[in-house]
Antibody, heavy 122, light 110 residues
Framework: EVQLVQSGPEVKKPGESLRISCKTS????????IAWVRQMPGKGLEWMAI????????RYGPSFKGRVAISVDQSIRTAFLQWNSLEASDTAIFYC???????????????WGQGTLVTVSS | DIVMTQSPDSLSVSLGATATIKCKSS?????????LAWYQQKPGQPPRLLIY???TRGSGVPGRFSGSGSGTDFTLTISSLQAEDVAVYYC?????????FGQGTKVEIK
């Protein structure tokens, strides 16, 4: 069974750093693109960033490039999303999601994590 | 970026009736196949893949959900609407990155 289990909710202050995680199991980690998707309170889904763990090919949405960093640790089958300096506008639920196996470009997302709520407030 | 526009933003449908959601892309997402997916998101839950390649149902998705269309215009049809279909539905193109989503369509029971 494919599982993507995300880290728990976070409450941070503006300017602080943060790294959230997505631990995976049940599929070949290195041959499936893995992505992060943002959902701001009461809003829709926004594609943030994606990485192919097999060769570290990484793509960012233009609104997120330079603001966040996606990374993976193959040894523990885990993807990460990191901020160096949070802003109040980063308050949202963040989902990790995987694309189908063995594709050279990222396709649709066939499995999703449960979401991580990040609250940034002074 | 490819812009995805859904219509309507919300709709209210009677139990057992048909719900129809439209999705239009700002440029064609057809390249051998239509690079278009539909997702369902129920309150408090992550999204769930319903349809990919515009018309292929995801694993375990009931047959009352169907997708159609090609190029820039796509439709998600929910036949015989059930109470458990109350959700927000999103289309997404994966023709290129970023794989942009539509703004979502909220489906309620009339």
């Amino acid at each position: 069974e494919v599982q993507l289990v995300q880290s728990g909710p976070e409450v941070k202050k503006p300017g602080e750093s943060l790294r959230i995680s997505c631990k995976t199991s049940g599929y070949s980690f290195t041959t499936n693109w893995i992505a992060w998707v943002r959902q701001m309170p009461g809003k829709g889904l926004e594609w943030m960033a994606i990485m192919y763990p097999g060769d570290s090919d990484t793509r960012y949405g233009p609104s997120f490039k330079g603001r966040v960093a996606i990374s993976v640790d193959q040894s523990i089958r885990t993807a990460f999303l990191q901020w160096n300096s949070l802003e109040a506008s980063d308050t949202a639920i963040f989902y990790c999601a995987k694309a189908p196996t063995g594709t050279s470009v990222p396709y649709h997302f066939d499995s999703w994590g449960q979401g991580t709520l990040v609250t940034v407030s002074s | 970026d490819i812009v995805m526009t859904q219509s309507p933003d919300s709709l209210s449908v009677s139990l057992g009736a048909t719900a129809t959601i439209k999705c239009k892309s700002s440029r064609s997402v057809l390249y051998s196949y239509n690079y278009l997916a539909w997702y369902q998101q129920k309150p408090g839950q992550p999204p769930r893949l319903l349809i990919y390649w515009a018309s292929t149902r995801g694993s375990g998705v009931p047959g009352r959900f169907s997708g159609s269309g090609s190029g820039t215009d796509f439709t998600l049809t929910i036949s015989s609407l059930q109470a458990e279909d109350v959700a927000v539905y999103y289309c997404q193109q994966y023709y290129n990155t970023p794989g942009t989503f539509g703004q979502g369509t909220k489906v309620e029971i009339k």
